[in-house]
């Protein structure tokens, strides 16, 4: 029998666990994805030359955070689901406890404190949360029967609300939704009942007044930027507007790499980092976006059969959250460069300039392998 055709059956059960072959069967990496993500960097590297004044050192940089990514996929990808779930509570209870060392004890900048700092070592512990807070989640969920109860899921709703404020208290309004979001989404992937969230909207419409009156100064200014950006051309709807500008200019085929004048002339302000889907938009024009689209929509397409074909609950909702909370990160940085968001200071996934979020979502998808790799195949 060759190794294609492999499989082991547990003795007493009809449960074959099938495992893949050559390579991808000793390392446990799915090679679709592997391939897609190497493709994402690479177009990522290839704009960052350009977006950030061709600076070698950026570039450098930026693809040895990479290649610490690919790192962290191929370790977390060996670790068994099941392992997961059993650590979930303590990644959560670790997070939790990091939150609160930063409000207490944490460093700032531009009038932010988001960081803890060690003899050498300045970390960002909102981005661990990402993780946690989908593994706890899921976790917490699957201890009972799916769908949840009321009562079950109030309980769940306390478990996400606990990290969400506490980074909003920072304050980063852009990774609280985020890390809210990947809470919810495995609420909705567990069954939970239509009324249940229809409920839910309508709480969350008659809040919004609240959130508004918690909102700090320049939060309500990013709302009311995206709502009349020409009202403040030079100022708050400054980057709107570069951003639009550059976007619309481009056309479909391009200025050309390394020809855009918004950014190439420093009309663009963070080019490299939240705004520089508006270089690819200049530089290589509509033709450059969609094929960056395409490799996000083929992740996500990915991301999400290995969520269906999942062994169990809990790794089904785990795979569903990471890979849903990747077209959050997507859809939310492209809708606030375009205008149709207000800016929240999400990164583009794999493009933008960054450290602890490239790293964070590699991590993800090395979690998004591990579920792949390991999963049980039922037969009748």
């Given at each position: 029998?060759?190794?294609?055709?492999?499989?082991?059956?547990m003795?007493?059960?009809?449960?074959?666990?099938?495992?893949?072959?050559?390579?991808?069967?000793?390392?446990?990496?799915?090679?679709?994805?592997?391939?897609?993500?190497?493709?994402?960097?690479?177009?990522?590297?290839f704009?960052?030359?350009?977006?950030?004044?061709?600076?070698?050192?950026?570039?450098?940089?930026?693809?040895?955070?990479?290649?610490?990514?690919?790192?962290?996929?191929?370790?977390l990808?060996?670790?068994?689901?099941?392992?997961?779930?059993?650590?979930?509570?303590?990644?959560?209870?670790?997070?939790?406890?990091?939150?609160?060392?930063?409000?207490?004890?944490?460093?700032?900048?531009?009038?932010?404190?988001?960081?803890?700092?060690l003899?050498?070592?300045?970390?960002?512990?909102?981005?661990l949360?990402?993780l946690?807070?989908?593994?706890?989640?899921?976790?917490?969920?699957?201890?009972q029967?799916?769908?949840?109860?009321?009562?079950?899921?109030?309980?769940?709703?306390?478990?996400?609300?606990?990290?969400?404020?506490?980074i909003m208290?920072?304050?980063?309004?852009?990774?609280?939704?985020?890390?809210?979001?990947?809470?919810?989404?495995?609420?909705?992937?567990?069954?939970?009942?239509?009324?249940?969230?229809?409920?839910?909207?309508?709480?969350?419409?008659?809040?919004?007044?609240?959130?508004?009156?918690?909102?700090?100064?320049?939060?309500?200014?990013?709302?009311?930027?995206?709502?009349?950006?020409?009202?403040?051309?030079?100022?708050?709807?400054?980057?709107?507007?570069?951003?639009?500008?550059?976007?619309?200019?481009?056309?479909?085929?391009?200025?050309?790499w390394?020809?855009?004048?918004?950014?190439?002339?420093?009309?663009?302000?963070?080019?490299?980092?939240?705004?520089?889907?508006?270089?690819?938009?200049?530089?290589?024009?509509?033709?450059?976006?969609?094929?960056?689209?395409?490799?996000?929509?083929?992740?996500?397409?990915?991301?999400?059969?290995?969520?269906?074909?999942?062994?169990?609950?809990?790794?089904?909702?785990?795979?569903?959250?990471?890979?849903?909370?990747?077209?959050?990160?997507?859809?939310?940085n492209?809708?606030?460069?375009?205008?149709?968001?207000?800016?929240?200071?999400?990164?583009?996934?794999?493009?933008?300039?960054?450290?602890?979020?490239?790293?964070?979502?590699?991590?993800?998808?090395?979690?998004?392998?591990?579920?792949?790799?390991?999963r049980?195949?039922?037969?009748?």
């Open positions: 029998m060759s190794n294609r055709d492999f499989q082991r059956t003795p007493g059960s009809n449960v074959h666990l099938q495992r893949p072959d050559g390579l991808w069967r000793y390392t446990h990496l799915d090679g679709w994805l592997l391939l897609l993500l190497l493709l994402l960097c690479g177009f990522g590297l704009v960052l030359y350009s977006a950030s004044g061709q600076d070698f050192g950026y570039v450098n940089r930026q693809a040895v955070r990479m290649g610490a990514g690919f790192v962290v996929i191929l370790v990808a060996q670790i068994q689901p099941r392992t997961y779930r059993f650590l979930a509570p303590l990644a959560y209870i670790a997070g939790v406890g990091l939150l609160l060392g930063v409000l207490f004890f944490g460093v700032g900048a531009k009038g932010a404190q988001r960081w803890l700092e003899p050498g070592f300045r970390f960002q512990p909102s981005e949360m990402k946690a807070v989908p593994l706890m989640v899921a976790a917490w969920l699957t201890r029967q799916l769908p949840p109860t009321f009562r079950h899921l109030l309980s769940t709703l306390v478990l996400l609300a606990i990290p969400t404020a506490l208290k920072q304050p980063d309004l852009g990774t609280s939704l985020l890390i809210a979001a990947s809470g919810v989404f495995v609420i909705l992937l567990s069954g939970v009942y239509w009324r249940w969230i229809f409920i839910a909207l309508g709480l969350v419409g008659a809040a919004l007044p609240a959130l508004w009156a918690i909102m700090k100064d320049y939060q309500r200014q990013r709302v009311l930027t995206f709502l009349d950006p020409e009202s403040d051309p030079l100022g708050a709807g400054w980057n709107i507007i570069q951003s639009k500008t550059a976007i619309g200019s481009g056309g479909l085929p391009g200025k050309g390394l020809h855009g004048t918004q950014s190439q002339l420093d009309f663009l302000p963070e080019s490299h980092t939240d705004f520089i889907i508006a270089v690819i938009g200049e530089e290589l024009g509509m033709s450059g976006v969609l094929i960056l689209l395409a490799l996000y929509l083929l992740i996500i397409a990915r991301g999400l059969i290995i969520s269906v074909q999942a062994q169990d609950s809990f790794s089904r909702l785990l795979a569903g959250s990471i890979t849903l909370t990747f077209f959050v990160y997507v859809f939310v492209i809708g606030m460069v375009t205008g149709l968001l207000p800016v929240v200071g999400v990164p583009l996934p794999m493009v933008s300039y960054g450290g602890t979020s490239i790293v964070t979502l590699m991590a993800g998808f090395g979690i998004l392998m591990s579920i792949r790799t390991h049980q195949m039922l037969t009748r």
